[in-house]
């Protein structure tokens, strides 16, 4: 595979996964963890989600550092502008969902984050077989798991950690923001999600 088709399923796979995103908040039974916060933060604040989401990831980037990763200013300014293009395609799609429908009953609410989790599982399968430059949260967890020197502690740890910001935030509005089924439904599915889709559509490595 060339390099310029590699760059271009690598966006591709950010836009998918932030429409994914789009349908689960539109939803409004559970986001997926760091999307929940995101959500937490844009109610107690003049945030849009997508800018909360901005400001989270640049928190999880400089917690990395302050864990002892490194990076090149290329790697972080890279890492950056991929979460300015999520966060800002995220508004986008909620925009879309505004104009357009938003869900009411349960029924279509499920049928919304059934919707979304599997294009929120797809966008990472692609995206995590690129592996250009990864998202912050990601980075957090790599050096969390280094901390750890385990993986399953520094994964875990790495999710509880926007986890414990939206269920602060909730506590201080006394309702539950972006923490739902949907949620717990996104952690047991994602994995095996993120599995089948990588193994459906296996990306070669090697550039041509």
């Given at each position: 595979?060339?390099?310029?088709?590699?760059?271009?399923?690598?966006?591709?796979?950010?836009?998918?996964?932030?429409?994914?995103?789009?349908?689960?908040?539109?939803?409004?039974?559970?986001?997926?963890?760091?999307?929940?916060?995101?959500?937490?933060?844009?109610?107690?604040?003049?945030l849009t989600v997508g800018l909360a989401i901005v400001a989270l990831h640049v928190l999880a980037l400089g917690s990395a550092l302050l864990l002892g990763s490194r990076f090149s200013w290329w790697?972080?300014?890279?890492?950056?502008?991929?979460?300015?293009?999520?966060?800002?395609a995220i508004d986008f799609f909620l925009s879309i969902h505004q104009l357009l429908y938003i869900p009411e009953t349960l029924w279509t609410r499920l049928f919304y984050m059934a919707i979304g989790m599997p294009l929120i599982s797809l966008g990472l399968a692609l995206y995590l077989q690129i592996g250009f430059v990864l998202m912050p949260p990601d980075y957090l967890m790599k050096s969390l798991i280094s901390r750890f020197k385990s993986t399953s502690i520094g994964a875990?740890?790495?999710?509880?950690?926007?986890?414990?910001?939206?269920?602060?935030?909730?506590?201080?509005?006394?309702?539950?923001i972006g923490i739902g089924v949907g949620t717990f439904v996104f952690l047991l599915l994602n994995g095996p999600l993120i599995e089948f889709f990588q193994k459906t559509f296996p990306i070669s490595r090697r550039v041509t």
């Open positions: 595979m060339t390099q310029q088709k590699r760059i271009i399923i690598y966006l591709f796979s950010i836009l998918i996964n932030a429409l994914g995103n789009s349908f689960m908040v539109t939803a409004a039974i559970g986001s997926a963890p760091w999307t929940s916060a995101s959500e937490a933060l844009a109610r107690i604040s003049p790697t972080i300014l890279l890492s950056f502008s991929l979460v300015v293009l999520f966060g800002t875990t740890v790495s999710l509880a950690i926007p986890f414990l910001i939206a269920s602060i935030l909730s506590l201080v509005e006394r309702e539950l």
